[in-house]
């Protein structure tokens, strides 16, 4: 099984910047397509961002040119720099990941999430 370990939340003011890291363990043939998911109080959980092995990102329309996903597959670690936060990014951040196990089986592994608060 993989683990994934997110880190990097916290509490910023609006107008500030967190970079979230999401580091993968375990035994695994490949990590394809990794996702940063965030869910709000009262909200659905909402897909953020999304990288595809390759390194393509894709945003949703409320971060782009305010976040930028990105991936070192040497470390099998994602991370997600945030800048110009608002307070409706406040969420907790979930990372997942699109797994290949040596046995050809893929399934989809998520952290355990990481709080982020930006204040007004």
């Known amino acids: 099984q993989v683990q994934l370990v997110e880190s990097g939340g916290g509490l910023v003011q609006t107008g500030g910047s967190l970079r979230l890291s999401c580091a993968a363990s375990?035994?695994?043939?490949?990590?394809?397509?990794m996702n940063w998911y965030r869910q709000a109080p009262g909200k659905q959980r909402e897909l953020v961002a999304t990288?595809?092995?390759?390194?393509?990102?894709n945003y949703t329309d409320s971060v782009k040119g305010r976040f930028t996903i990105s991936r070192d597959n040497a470390k099998n670690t994602m991370y997600l720099q945030m800048n110009s936060l608002k307070p409706e990014d406040t969420a907790v951040y979930y990372c997942?990941?699109?797994?290949?196990?040596?046995?050809?089986?893929?399934?989809?592994?998520w952290g355990q999430g990481t709080q982020v608060t930006v204040s007004s």
């Open positions: 997942n990941a699109n797994i290949w196990t040596i046995l050809g089986i893929s399934y989809d592994a």
């Open positions: 375990g035994k695994f043939f490949s990590i394809n397509a």
């Open positions: 990288i595809s092995r390759d390194g393509t990102p």
